[in-house]
């Protein structure tokens, strides 16, 4: 699968490949959000010119030199290393004209520094380094590459940005593999932005003109694979939508584009390279519920390692993830320099699998489709909000008093007993099209129909599944069985009336949590979805609930509640429900 707008220059794997011709390059460097600056003009001396051709220099064993490669690049005629590196390479075909620096062309290469000694200013010194991720820094108004920016780990431990600008990037990039170890001489700190920033350093290596990178083959030194900056919800909600630090996320998947994973789960992927994203629902241990968008390249990635794992991944971890509050919910979405990793990929994922496999009673308490302190709503509000051109699919809590159970509404329905989704009735059994199985267990889920009403609009609300038992505090399939033990002779095809205890909840006034929806938004229908009900907290309201439910002053006559019943009812399906056969 291929996403709009992902780009080639970097591969998925790790490995670097020379940007095509087509991409513009900046003409005045400048960042985009979360990139460095780059060399000002100037700052860095050049080493004194040589019997060399002009371009940036990169060192690297005569081996990995392409054939093509070899019969454009000349020799420095020194070598200032006994390892075998050429450091006074040239590849003048690969090398952008407007660059002149000098290549390093003795072992007189400054001594050796760590990230923590790095300051503002030109380096003549020597950093040695694992190159954890690398990735495409684009000018977001103009839409120009302007350079490639890194993540970088030391023999300490300690993280570091790093940026070679666009310029350069002919020179370095095919060199660079992710994972690969790397020694730097000569370069500049550059301070680092405060927007979209991934490692705590205030300073960014940023490669110059007269920088030279090459492999570090010196297996005594041991650098750290990866180090992550994992946050909780806690920290996302105080950091929303200040654009600042980029932090990572682990958690257990509830949904993924509103499925629940599962054995040969598929992703729609032509869909998902439509909208450019994939829609997950996560939660870490016990926390509430967040939402995760996973966007273009980062997207890709996911559903190819979800293709592999069979639909099966629970435990998800990406990294460099910004906060935002997304119509009224808590939401963390992925970056350009965001990676992805499932269940076994690394460490911190098989931990956090361990613990899920020995707490699975509260991996499954939470509701998935509820992300919790959805903003407060009146139902006037709710209708003004999905008018608005610029409206999302949003949660909200809103108040309001049950006036009627839906005249002649189908309160459940048959759905697969392992994912709700409902049933379709095959040739002797039940079928279950998301889970992929000819043969389930068929099991009663609620899909009630409630017309509603605040102080001043009236609604119809449709209680799905755990919703309708929260209302009524019975399971559906409870009150299914216990209609059909008090009614043996009654046929398959015979439609359950609306059970006594959804119409008790009639005059109650409750605190629904509703979803507003695709359909909603695009005007096929005003009926809401709830899914969840709060506990009620107040007594229930004395007195003839048909008075005063409309506009102020007026009341509600059975016919306009019957409009008002109509309005809302497309969009519902409205095949009949039948007794469930167990497969």
Not at 346 to 358: A, C, F, G, M, N
Not at 518 to 526: P, R, S
Request: some cysteine; proline content about 4%; overall charge negative.
């Amino acid at each position: 699968m291929k996403l709009s707008g992902v780009s080639d220059t970097v591969k998925t794997n790790g490995e670097a490949a020379i940007p095509s011709s087509s991409v513009n390059p900046v003409a005045q460097p400048g960042v985009s959000s979360g990139d460095v600056n780059p060399i000002p003009s100037g700052l860095v001396k050049p080493v004194a010119q040589t019997d060399v051709s002009s371009g940036d220099a990169i060192p690297m064993k005569s081996k990995d030199v392409t054939a093509e490669a070899k019969n454009s690049i000349k020799p420095n005629g020194k070598t200032g290393a006994s390892s075998g590196l050429k450091l006074g390479v040239r590849g003048r075909a690969s090398v952008s004209s407007v660059d002149k620096g000098k290549a390093i062309v003795s072992e007189n290469v400054g001594k050796v520094i760590t990230f923590k000694d790095i300051t503002f200013g030109p380096h003549e010194d020597e950093v040695r380094f694992r190159l954890i991720h690398f990735w495409e820094a684009w000018n977001v108004q103009t839409k120009v590459l302007i350079g490639i920016e890194m993540l970088l780990i030391d023999e300490e431990e300690s993280v570091i940005q790093g940026f070679i600008p666009y310029g350069r990037i002919d020179t370095y990039l095919r060199h660079m593999k992710t994972g690969a170890t790397y020694r730097l001489n000569k370069f500049f700190g550059s301070k680092s932005k405060t927007i979209y920033r991934v490692a705590e350093s205030s300073v960014t290596i940023c490669f110059s003109s007269n920088s030279v990178l090459s492999g570090l083959e010196d297996s005594s030194i041991s650098f750290p694979v990866d180090r992550f900056r994992i946050h909780g919800h806690k920290e996302f909600e105080a950091g929303s939508d200040l654009r600042g630090d980029l932090y990572d996320y682990i958690g257990h998947i509830k949904l993924v584009n509103g499925k629940v994973p599962g054995d040969g789960l598929l992703l729609d992927e032509s869909e998902i390279a439509k909208s450019r994203r994939v829609e997950l629902h996560v939660q870490t241990h016990d926390d509430p519920v967040l939402k995760l968008y996973l966007w273009d390249k980062v997207a890709f990635e996911f559903c190819e390692k979800f293709k592999v794992s069979g639909g099966t991944a629970r435990v998800i971890l990406v990294t460099t993830l910004n906060p935002k509050w997304f119509g009224g919910v808590l939401s963390i979405s992925s970056m350009a320099s965001s990676r992805v990793f499932l269940d076994g990929d690394v460490q911190e994922t098989l931990l956090y699998l361990s613990w899920l496999d020995s707490n699975l009673d509260v991996a499954s308490r939470v509701n998935a489709e509820v992300v919790t302190k959805p903003e407060l709503a009146t139902l006037g509000d709710l209708f003004s909000y999905m008018n608005q051109a610029s409206a999302k699919v949003a949660w909200f809590e809103c108040t309001a008093t049950i006036y009627d159970v839906v005249n002649g509404s189908i309160w459940y329905y048959i759905g697969c007993g392992v994912c709700h989704t409902k049933a379709t009735k095959g040739p002797t059994t039940l079928m279950c099209k998301k889970c992929g199985k000819s043969e389930i267990v068929g099991v009663p889920q609620y899909l009630s129909k409630l017309s509603v009403y605040d102080h001043s609009d009236q609604a119809v609300f449709v209680v799905l599944g755990d919703a309708g038992e929260e209302l009524t505090g019975k399971k559906a399939a409870e009150l299914v069985e216990r209609y059909y033990e008090a009614n043996d002779s009654v046929g398959e095809d015979h439609i359950v009336p609306v059970p006594q205890a959804m119409i008790d909840t009639i005059g109650q006034t409750r605190k629904f949590i509703v979803k507003v929806s695709t359909h909603n938004l695009t005007a096929k229908t005003q009926t809401l979805t709830v899914t969840k009900v709060l506990p009620l907290e107040a007594p229930e309201p004395e007195g003839n609930v048909g008075v005063n439910v409309g506009k102020e002053g007026d009341s509600v006559s059975e016919d306009h509640a019957d409009k008002l019943v109509k309005r809302g009812a497309d969009g519902i399906e409205s095949e009949g429900v039948k007794r469930a056969k167990c497969g």
